[in-house]
T-cell receptor, first 112, second 115 residues
Framework: GAVVSQHPSWVICKSGTSVKIECRSL??????MFWYRQFPKQSLMLMAT?????????EQGVEKDKFLINHASLTLSTLTVTSAHPEDSSFYIC????????FGPGTRLLVL | AQSVTQLDSQVPVFEEAPVELRCNYS??????LFWYVQYPNQGLQLLLK??????LVKGINGFEAEFNKSQTSFHLRKPSVHISDTAEYFC?????????????FGKGTKLTVNP
């Protein structure tokens, strides 16, 4: 099946710093990447959709200037959390949205 | 728009007992249906999915689910659970349009299997 990797798997950072999360599709080309966020003890919510070669689309309530998404190639999409705050602490998961719906393993972000 | 309702937030059962985790969905268009499992501090693992064809879908770890279009349900079942099945289970839907589609998740059901 489709393999998706995420890096890093864990990150702890200070408030005010920026964190970049990479999502790679290892054995297929992903023209689209969905980015989900899961707060502790909650379900997953879609944050944004990245499209290779074009601007990402953001869900209502998600700040596009804070969560920068880049999808520069068919195998790599990145999410950068800028000026991170403790309330951004969450589990971030990417999904190429293929019919088989394989997710990346997730990145757990803790902002101190 | 699609929505998913998982009727039980927590389900405690004893080991070797049967279990059913309920999921209902709402959609004005055809959907694909999924069940995922999430173990503590881990990512999502696909248990099974319904895309088309037989309404009874068998997945990994002995789980199965039945798509019921008239009742808009996709309940997950296992005839005999193990301690290792303790986890959070998420039901999700996506539209059946071609190409990549986002998932809409239910709020999850925490299954706890007790000895």
């Amino acid at each position: 099946g489709a393999v998706v990797s995420q890096h890093p798997s864990w990150v702890i950072c200070k408030s005010g710093t920026s964190v970049k999360i990479e999502c790679r599709s290892l054995d297929f080309q992903a023209t689209t990447m969905f980015w989900y966020r899961q707060f502790p003890k909650q379900s997953l919510m879609l944050m944004a959709t990245s499209n290779e070669g074009s601007k990402a689309t953001y869900e209502q309530g998600v700040e596009k200037d804070k969560f920068l998404i880049n999808h520069a190639s068919l195998t790599l999409s990145t999410l950068t959390v800028t000026s991170a705050h403790p309330e951004d602490s969450s589990f971030y998961i990417c999904d190429p949205g293929q019919e088989t719906q394989y997710f990346g393993p997730g990145t757990r972000l803790l902002v101190l | 728009a699609q929505s998913v309702t998982q009727l039980d937030s927590q389900v405690p059962v004893f080991e070797e007992a049967p279990v059913e985790l309920r999921c209902n969905y709402s959609s004005s268009v055809s959907v694909y249906l999924f069940w995922y499992v999430q173990y503590p501090n881990q990512g999502l693992q696909l248990l099974l999915k319904y895309l088309s064809g037989s309404t009874l879908v068998k997945g990994i770890n002995g789980f199965e689910a039945e798509f019921n279009k008239s009742q808009t349900s996709f309940h997950l079942r296992k005839p005999s659970v193990h301690i290792s099945d303790t986890a959070e289970y998420f039901c999700a839907v996506s539209r059946t349009q071609g190409g990549s589609e986002k998932l809409v998740f239910g709020k999850g059901t925490k299954l706890t299997v007790n000895p």
